[in-house]
């Protein structure tokens, strides 16, 4: 799911707001900075300066003075070991945002609702802002334990199930830029990663299972299993999980129920 169109090759811009359309032409820096963008966030990875220029057709100066520009503000970050540039944390702020919108929501919320009632247990959806998760659908399961995953909660995403199923779908270069030192590590209850080479252990572990966990990390006494949610180009968008007050017994059956309704999500992302 690509937070803006890709326009390269047409010559003229969709209608931005108030339904104004008009040559990109007009706003040539607005048109490629736009189309960078949109390059990026269909790449799996990181990529050099000189790979955009070529695809985009756009001189490798403008190429170079559009990235700096961006980085300033948040929305790319430059690798300088690797020469390469990526997707920034204000562009997740954009993906997450739209999710907040309500889309992500409607397509998601009957199958929570399914998920919690064939496991028995609360389930939610969240999205990737920065380096938090924002939970957008919550369902409780009767009688079970009172949750802090409200609709609209923020929590830091290495903490989380849903958190760290994103994570580790994510090129390891970008999960870097997010989480460069100690200083990126927020606590809640003394467990949990707290330097990069913890974080990326974690992250390890999760890409061999296929899914996320978390115990106790959030919430003392629960443990949460998260599957991402990928769009067609395979970038997590989301993440579906599952939370119960227990121990690791029922991971594998917890991630197998959640797997499907993943894929049925991202499905009707498209």
């Known amino acids: 799911?690509?937070?803006i169109p890709d326009t390269s090759g047409t010559g003229e811009t969709s209608a931005v707001s108030d339904g104004i359309a008009g040559p990109s032409a007009q706003v040539p820096a607005a048109d490629q900075t736009l189309r960078i963008l949109a390059f990026l966030s269909r790449q799996r990875g990181p990529v050099a300066a000189r790979t955009i220029a070529e695809h985009l057709g756009i001189p490798r100066s403008s190429v170079y003075h559009l990235l700096a520009a961006m980085a300033q503000h948040g929305f790319v970050v430059h690798l300088p070991s690797e020469r390469r540039w990526g997707l920034g944390t204000a562009a997740?702020?954009?993906a997450g945002g739209y999710a907040r919108q309500q889309p992500l929501a409607r397509l998601g919320r009957q199958l929570v609702?399914?998920?919690?009632?064939r496991v028995g247990e609360s389930a939610h959806l969240a999205v990737m802002t920065g380096r938090d998760v924002v939970y957008i659908v919550e369902e409780r399961a009767p009688r079970r334990p009172a949750l802090v995953t409200d609709v609209g909660v923020r929590l830091p995403a290495h903490l989380t199930a849903t958190g760290r199923a994103m994570l580790a779908s994510l090129p390891r270069e970008q999960v870097r830029a997010l989480y460069p030192d100690a200083t990126?590590?927020?606590?809640?209850?003394?467990?949990?990663?707290?330097?990069p080479g913890e974080l990326r252990d974690v992250l390890r572990l999760a890409r061999s299972r296929g899914y996320a966990t978390e115990d106790g990390?959030?919430?003392?006494?629960?443990?949460?299993?998260?599957?991402?949610?990928?769009?067609?180009?395979?970038?997590?968008?989301?993440?579906?999980?599952?939370?119960?007050?227990?121990?690791?017994?029922?991971?594998?059956?917890?991630?197998?129920?959640?797997?499907?309704?993943?894929?049925?999500?991202?499905?009707r992302i498209g």
């Not at 609702?113 to 009632?117: G, P, S, V």
């Not at 629960?222 to 007050?245: F, N």
């Open 184 to 195: 990126a590590f927020a606590d809640r209850t003394g467990r949990g990663p707290a330097r």
């Open 217 to 267: 990390e959030v919430t003392l006494g629960l443990r949460s299993v998260g599957v991402a949610v990928r769009d067609h180009a395979g970038w997590p968008v989301a993440a579906l999980a599952v939370t119960w007050e227990g121990d690791a017994a029922r991971d594998a059956e917890i991630a197998a129920a959640l797997a499907p309704a993943a894929t049925e999500l991202a499905r």
């Open 92 to 94: 997740f702020e954009l």
């Open 113 to 117: 609702a399914a998920l919690a009632d």
């Open 1 to 3: 799911m690509s937070v």
